[in-house]
C-alpha cells in the first residue's frame, strides 16, 4: 500500500526533531489521542461494569420474571407454583420457583430505627439465589428457623445488633384494630444471620425470615404477595412472560424485570451514551490537531515537496506521504492509550482505594452508588472499536493537509526560493 520511499519521507517528517512549534502540536495530538482513548476505555468499562452488576444484584434479588395478583396476595401459590411447572415453555427456560410474602417495616434496636423491606422466603431457596458474590455471616442459610432472621450487615451495623439480638418490627400490614383506632404490628425476632451483597440498597434496607414467619407477621394466612421466576437466560423473558399471560386466570398480572426497572434500565443507558459523546471530543479534538501540525508540516516542507515533485514523485505519492505521517500519530496514539486504559480499567479499584487512602475523602460512597466497590467490564469489542475509532478520526484528520501538499506547484514554490 506504501512503498519504501513513502514509508521512509513519511516517519522522517514525522521524528523531525527541528520541526519548531509544529512538533510541539504533534506531540499534543499524540498525547491527546492517547488520553481520549484511555479515558474513553476507562469510563466505557466502568459503565459495562455498573450496568452488568447492578442488573444482575436487583434481577438476581427480584426475579427475571414477577406474577403478582390484583388482590395483593396469592391464596393457592403451591397450585399455581406446580400448574407453571407443568408448562412446557416455562419448564425449559425457568430455573426456579420461589413464593415471595413481601412488606415494608421500621425497624428497631438498641434506641435505633431504619425502614427496611421484610421478605419471607424458603431458606432453601434463600440460599440458591446467595451462592455467588454474597457473604453471609452467622447461622448458615439452611439452619435458620421459625421466628429467626437473617439481615443486611449494613443495617445490622445501623441498628448496633449482633447476632442473637433481637430486632423489633414494625408494620401497619395486619394492624390490630382497638377502640381507640389500629394499632401497628410490633413483633421481635432474633438476627442469627447477616449478608453482604456489595449493594448498599439490599445489605441496609432488607430482612429475610423464613416464609412462615413471614406470613404470621404480615397476617396474610397461607398467602404470598409475589412469585419469582429465575429463568436460564435473563434477556429471553418474553416467551414465558406471554405463556404465563395465557396460562394464569384473570386478576394475575406478569411482569418482567425489564418492565420493572425500566426507567433505571433507561437511565444507565442514556447516561452511558452521553459519556461516550462527550469523551469522544477530547480525540476529536486531538485529530483537529493533527490537522494543525500537518498544515504547519506541509508549509514548513514546501521546498522538500517541490524538489521531490520535480524528480517525478507523484500526487498520489505525496498524499500517502503526508497521510502516513499524520495517521501514524492515531495509531500511536490509539495503542498506548488502548494499553493505559485497558491497565486502568482492570486495576481501578485498587486505583480508587489509593486515591481515596492518599486524600482520605470516600470517592465512591455506598449509599450514593448502590455499590460497595468500583465495578469494570471490559468488553474486547468495545476496546477494539475505540481505538479503530480513534484511527479513524486521525485519517480523516490528513486528508485536507494530505490534498494540500499534493496540489502544491513545485514550479512556483522554486521559483520564489
Do not use: C
Not at 421478605?119 to 432453601?124: A, K, N, Q, V
Not at 404470621?216 to 412472560?241: C, M, Q, S, W
Not at 524528480?311 to 488502548?338: C, D, N, P, Q, Y
Request: hydrophobic share 50%; no cysteine; proline share 4%.
Amino acid at each position: 500500500m506504501f512503498s519504501r520511499l513513502e514509508r521512509k519521507i513519511a516517519f522522517r517528517y514525522l521524528s523531525a526533531k527541528k520541526r519548531g512549534f509544529g512538533s510541539v502540536i504533534s506531540w499534543v495530538s499524540l498525547i491527546g489521542i492517547t488520553l481520549g482513548v484511555a479515558t474513553l476505555i476507562v469510563v466505557m468499562s466502568v459503565m459495562g461494569g455498573f450496568h452488568d452488576t447492578l442488573l444482575s444484584r436487583i434481577v438476581g434479588m427480584n426475579g427475571h420474571v414477577v406474577v403478582y395478583h390484583q388482590d395483593g396476595a396469592i391464596a393457592d401459590y403451591d397450585f399455581l407454583i406446580d400448574k407453571m411447572k407443568q408448562n412446557k415453555i416455562v419448564s425449559a427456560n425457568a430455573v426456579g420457583i420461589v413464593p415471595i410474602a413481601e412488606g415494608q417495616v421500621m425497624a428497631t434496636a438498641n434506641g435505633n430505627n431504619t425502614g427496611a423491606m421484610v421478605r419471607g422466603i424458603r431458606m432453601s431457596d434463600l440460599a440458591a439465589k446467595t451462592t455467588t458474590g454474597t457473604k453471609i455471616y452467622g447461622k448458615p442459610l439452611d439452619k435458620i428457623t421459625d421466628g429467626e432472621l437473617v439481615a443486611g450487615a449494613s443495617l445490622t451495623r445501623a441498628l448496633r445488633v449482633g447476632m442473637g439480638d433481637k430486632i423489633s418490627l414494625v408494620s401497619a400490614n395486619g394492624a390490630t384494630p382497638t377502640p381507640f383506632g389500629s394499632m401497628p404490628r410490633i413483633m421481635a425476632y432474633p438476627v442469627m444471620s447477616s449478608f453482604f451483597m456489595g449493594m448498599y440498597e439490599y445489605d441496609s434496607g432488607y430482612i429475610f425470615m423464613p416464609l412462615e414467619t413471614a406470613q404470621k407477621y404480615l397476617n396474610i394466612g397461607d398467602a404470598v404477595t409475589h412469585i419469582d421466576l429465575f429463568l436460564k437466560d435473563p434477556e429471553d423473558t418474553e416467551a414465558v412472560r406471554d405463556s404465563l399471560s395465557r396460562l394464569l386466570p384473570e386478576g394475575f398480572v406478569v411482569r418482567d424485570w425489564r418492565d420493572l426497572n425500566r426507567g433505571f434500565v433507561g437511565a444507565l443507558q442514556v447516561e452511558s451514551n452521553v459519556m461516550f459523546l462527550i469523551l469522544m471530543l477530547i480525540v476529536i479534538v486531538a485529530a483537529f490537531n493533527i490537522v494543525s501540525s500537518l498544515v504547519m508540516l506541509v508549509k514548513d516542507k514546501s521546498k522538500d515537496i517541490a524538489v521531490l515533485r520535480t524528480f517525478g514523485v507523484s500526487r498520489r505519492s505525496m498524499m500517502k506521504i503526508f497521510i502516513l505521517s499524520g495517521t501514524s500519530i492515531g495509531i500511536i496514539g490509539a495503542f498506548f492509550g488502548t494499553v493505559f486504559g485497558v491497565l486502568i480499567a482492570i486495576y481501578i479499584e485498587p486505583i480508587r482505594q489509593f486515591f481515596q487512602w492518599a486524600t482520605g475523602r470516600d470517592l465512591f460512597p455506598a449509599e450514593l452508588y448502590y455499590l460497595s466497590e468500583l465495578p469494570s467490564k471490559l468488553v474486547p469489542s468495545t476496546v477494539v472499536g475505540i481505538a479503530i475509532l480513534a484511527i479513524a478520526l486521525s485519517f480523516l484528520a490528513t486528508l485536507y493537509p494530505a490534498w494540500k501538499a499534493a496540489s502544491t506547484d513545485p514550479v512556483d514554490v522554486l521559483r520564489n526560493e
